[in-house]
């Protein structure tokens, strides 16, 4: 089954050239089936890329998947265009009395904020709650993630030195988790990030049912599994492009700013030479895995999520 997201959604062409099924809403009407409804709460400055990348990565399973693009209400985006916004965004003023079968909260680019410091953080904590009514299951990615752990568990992030930057190797450390069927004992996953969260503090709150699924002893905890909040925290982006990665290494270059190589990116190291994607089927294995969880478990009325 196909994801369903308007026609002219820039994400729509890109998804089709792809082979990834996607499906109109005028089509996904005639079939007698409900979807699952999957929110995106779109963080990034970039917002066509990123929605582009997720609809990819949860429009890839046999499940009919109905993906509505949310904002913040009390937050305007500067760097994509209003009509694009206006035309394909839902505010959470707008959907807060909808129920959603899951939700991605992304990643946004202010780790150097203390949390409170962000102009939208009252709005984002009551979307925090709102999730455990309303949601049958959140996935926080990078700072959403790190975000919804200092709200639920008062569980801090950290500055790092320097920008921890590349592809790095994670450990399988949960093999018989469902979210983790068919993944390998160890692989590679894209890490752009400036802060940390650190295993003695997760580990701290195992009794509240915190685990780490997957870690690496580089760049600590990866994946977290917070089920008491029906609720999945990845640090790092499966989600990312081939060339996601050059892209912030050329733009960073060109801007002046102090960076390094991303490391085990570039063939031989050498940024002259197309980076090779060695996360794709990972990242595909991780969403599916979420989404095929979300189905086992979700209540076929919607108004029964949350009760």
């Not at 801090?156 to 983790?180: I, T």
């Not at 570039?266 to 969880?293: K, M, T, V």
Request: glycine share 6%; hydrophobic share 40%.
């Amino acid at each position: 089954m196909p994801i369903k997201i308007p026609a002219d959604l820039p994400a729509f062409d890109v998804l089709d050239r792809e082979g990834v099924m996607v499906m109109s809403e005028l089509m996904a009407a005639r079939q007698d089936i409900r979807p699952l409804r999957i929110g995106l709460l779109n963080l990034m400055p970039k917002k066509i890329v990123t929605e582009t990348q997720f609809a990819r990565l949860i429009g890839a399973t046999p499940l009919q998947i109905d993906l509505t693009l949310i904002r913040m209400t009390e937050h305007q985006s500067k760097t994509t265009a209003a009509a694009h916004m206006e035309a394909f965004y839902r505010t959470f003023d707008e959907v807060r009395d909808q129920k959603f079968d899951g939700l991605i909260i992304t990643g946004a680019p202010i780790e150097h904020l203390p949390y409170e410091d962000v102009t939208y953080w009252d709005e984002l904590r009551r979307i925090f709650d709102w999730t455990q009514t309303h949601v049958q299951s959140t996935f926080g990615v990078c700072w959403g993630g790190m975000a919804m752990l200092y709200h639920f568990h008062g569980i801090d992030k950290y500055m790092l030195p320097a920008k921890m930057f590349g592809c790095y190797r994670q450990a399988n450390l949960a093999p018989a988790s469902p979210f983790l069927r068919g993944f390998a004992d160890d692989f590679l996953i894209p890490v752009s990030r400036w802060t940390d969260v650190r295993q003695d503090d997760i580990a701290d709150r195992s009794d509240f049912g915190l685990r780490t699924l997957l870690g690496s002893d580089d760049t600590g905890p990866c994946l977290v599994e917070d089920p008491n909040h029906r609720a999945l925290y990845i640090f790092n982006h499966f989600e990312y492009d081939s060339d996601t990665l050059k892209q912030e290494f050329d733009r960073d270059l060109e801007a002046g700013v102090e960076i390094t190589l991303p490391r085990n990116y570039f063939p031989h190291d050498d940024p002259a030479q197309p980076p090779r994607n060695g996360w794709r089927s990972h990242a595909h294995l991780l969403y599916g895995n979420w989404i095929n969880e979300i189905y086992q478990t979700t209540p076929y009325d919607l108004n029964a999520i949350g009760t």
